[in-house]
């Protein structure tokens, strides 16, 4: 499975920002999906995720609860995050995952496949 990110940027605080994740496989439905960011020089932390088929399940870290929202469009293999509010210690790169393991996860060990990371800056 090969993941690709794309939709980082430079935008102010409060500004928004929608990032995409294509996948290459034809059985994109069958993963849970996730959104991880590692700002510099710190370790990778877990965004939101969002569980396979329908995605009925959905996960946030509380940093990002209520201003960004995870969805996934199974007919185009592509899960979004729709980044609202942003502020500048959402600054890094963030990346997607996809997890064929039957629960959502948030560590990083459950997902096997990784994007190549897309950089978000927020400006003050």
């Known amino acids: 499975v090969q993941l690709q990110a794309f939709g980082g940027g430079l935008v102010q605080a409060g500004a928004s920002l929608r990032l995409s994740c294509a996948a290459s496989?034809?059985?994109?439905?069958?993963?849970?999906m996730g959104w991880f960011r590692q700002p510099l020089g710190k370790e990778r932390e877990f965004v939101a995720a969002?569980?396979?088929?329908?995605?009925?399940?959905?996960d946030y870290a509380d940093s990002v609860k209520g201003r960004f929202t995870i969805s996934r469009d199974n007919a185009k293999n592509t899960v979004y995050l729709q980044m609202n509010s942003l502020k500048p210690e959402d600054t890094a790169v963030h990346y997607c995952?996809?997890?064929?393991?039957?629960?959502?996860?948030?560590?990083?060990?459950?997902?096997?496949?990784w994007g190549q990371g897309t950089l978000v800056t927020v400006s003050s």
């Open positions: 969002i569980s396979r088929a329908g995605g009925s399940s959905t």
């Open positions: 995952a996809a997890d064929d393991n039957m629960v959502l996860s948030r560590r990083n060990s459950r997902y096997f496949y």
């Open positions: 496989t034809p059985t994109f439905s069958h993963y849970n």
